[in-house]
């Protein structure tokens, strides 16, 4: 997200982002860099379990070394969506950062950019935990709510509603001693799907909503996640005609 275009038709408006540090140095409400940010992106993997991203800021307080920020910060971003007669649905989301880079300090040597690196925070709560124990007589899709329930679900930053894509048959498996994730991704290897067993294409992943289960196959016959209008203005062209479809308004420009 450009903080320039940030507004434009079905964009996300960035309305506080705030960095908590180890130190506590910054107070109970945090370093609020939400006039500092210069870009952001974050990013959403269908074979993958987290979100993760990266800001930019445009630091002029040096809060590298007030923070200090040193890529061990938890990091809170609302987000909202523009909707109809000015109403706003917020979304609420936070992070770990786990990284700093690209840093350039300008030539007054009053203001520095820097990269910051971010992916969700339970991320880093997988990689503390092992999965050493036995399911037993359960759909594999049943086996991974339980192991998602057991590890994430009280600090889980998203939901995740369990019979979404109900797979086959009843099985007993000793899990490997990996990270919880890793037996969930080695559990949907295994999974057909209840309603076409010829579908074993399962994925475990993140998105705004919460933690999801489904296949492939699901996503690719299901609707378009994006609905709306987009707005493309074509230079060059002499002619003040609007071509409109379901998902895309083409209007050019004269110029």
Known sequence: IDKIDRRKTNAFNI???RIHTPSKREGPNG???TSQWLGIEIFEDIFSPHL???VLVGDAQNYLEAGPIIGQEDMRIVLSTPGFDGEKSSIVKFFRIYKISDRVIDENGKVQSYKL???SDDAFIDIQNK?????TNMTIDSMIFKIWDKHFSVDADGAYSQGRCP???????TLPTKSPFSCIKWLT?????AFNPDDCSYVFYQDFDGYKLDTLM????????SDGMYEYKLKNIQTETARTTEQLSVIPEKV
């Not at 999965?131 to 399911?135: D, F, K, P, R, W």
């Not at 290897?189 to 799907?193: P, T, V």
């Not at 699901?218 to 996640?225: C, M, T």
Request: hydrophobic share 35%; net charge positive; glycine share 8%.
């Open 131 to 135: 999965c050493n124990y036995s399911l």
């Open 31 to 33: 370093l609020n860099i």
């Open 167 to 173: 797979s086959l048959g009843n099985y007993t498996f």
């Open 52 to 54: 993760s991203g990266t």
């Open 117 to 119: 690196h971010f992916i």
């Open 15 to 17: 309305e506080d982002i």
């Open 218 to 225: 699901n996503l690719i016959k299901g609707p378009i996640a």
């Open 189 to 193: 290897r295994r999974a057909r799907n």
